[in-house]
């Protein structure tokens, strides 16, 4: 899985990695208090190779954490909280409103037509910026390119939403 590193991994992320058996038993040792390769071999009841991919896909799924110096696992519980909060700002509580459809591990996968989608979806990527700092157009574009490969068109959808305002000369932009 390769999901970035500025963006939590996604509800749909998250059933992805612990799918499978050796995922869930892993995961489930490390709840458990395993932080080793070996401690969650022996208490999961799988070999030592097979928790060690199983931890690995963990730690690139980012619901697990690796510190080489130590040589130990350790769970990241505020994966689950951010995407579930990333879920309910997109999907909203409830049936939600389809917004959540346009977002694929963590990225944009279109920018909607239908006007409240849309407000709702490039409400999502607006909270990439903070309040009050005004951006170059260059990380601008950074940010955007993270969340949608048409950055220009995102940059575009943001400033004429009224999410983010361009500076007279263009060349700085800052959220609204």
Request: with cysteine; hydrophobic share 40%.
């Amino acid at each position: 899985m390769n999901m970035s590193d500025d963006h939590p991994p996604s509800c749909r992320d998250l059933v992805g990695l612990l799918a499978q058996t050796d995922r869930r038993a892993a995961y489930a040792a490390l709840a458990l208090g395993a932080n080793s390769v070996a401690e969650v071999a022996e208490l999961a009841g799988l070999r030592p190779p097979t928790a060690a991919a199983a931890l690995r896909k963990l730690t690139d799924g980012r619901i697990a954490s690796f510190d080489p110096e130590k040589g130990t696992y350790t769970l990241l519980d505020h994966a689950f909280r951010l995407a579930v909060q990333a879920e309910v700002r997109v999907a909203g509580r409830g049936d939600g409103d389809g917004a959540g459809s346009y977002f694929r591990r963590g990225r944009l996968t279109s920018i909607p037509d239908r006007a409240e989608v849309r407000r709702r979806v490039l409400a999502v990527v607006k909270e990439s910026f903070e309040p009050g700092v005004a951006y170059p157009e260059p990380k601008v574009n950074a940010i955007c390119g993270e969340w949608f490969d048409d950055w220009a068109a995102l940059r575009r959808a943001l400033v004429d939403e009224g999410l983010l305002r361009r500076n007279r000369a263009g060349t700085a932009y800052e959220r609204v």
